[in-house]
Nanobody, 117 residues
Framework: QVQLVESGGGLVQPGGSMRLSCEVS????????MGWYRQAPGKERELVAT???????KYGDFVKGRFAISRDNAANTMYLQMNSLKPEDTAVYYC???????????WGQGTQVTVSS
């Protein structure tokens, strides 16, 4: 059973920074891609960033150098460092892991990020 638990959300002022963490428990095997997605009210879930086991990274177009995704394979933990946050970054942020062997997706419960003064 694979479980993902996000932490680190909350309220931050515009221009501020926040770090999200996602701890994965269970067997996720050696080849997988981990990622962060977000969903704002009334909008579809969108890609924030993904990182493959080997370190290849992809960001959503809106990131524009403000966010950084990283992972600690030994600890099965993924991070999202968010800087220069804007009100439009307000959303529920979800972590995801996809097992490349079975193309199975697992999701965390989501953590709310609110950017407001």
């Amino acid at each position: 059973q694979v479980q993902l638990v996000e932490s680190g959300g909350g309220l931050v002022q515009p221009g501020g920074s926040m770090r999200l963490s996602c701890e994965v428990s269970g067997s996720i095997f050696s080849r997988n891609v981990m990622g962060w997605y977000r969903q704002a009210p009334g909008k579809e879930r969108e890609l924030v960033a993904t990182i493959f086991t080997g370190g290849v990274i992809k960001y959503g177009d809106f990131v524009k150098g403000r966010f950084a995704i990283s992972r600690d394979n030994a600890a099965n933990t993924m991070y999202l460092q968010m800087n220069s946050l804007k009100p439009e970054d307000t959303a529920v942020y979800y972590c995801n892991v996809r097992l490349m062997s079975t193309m199975t997706d697992y999701w965390g419960q989501g953590t709310q990020v609110t950017v407001s003064s």
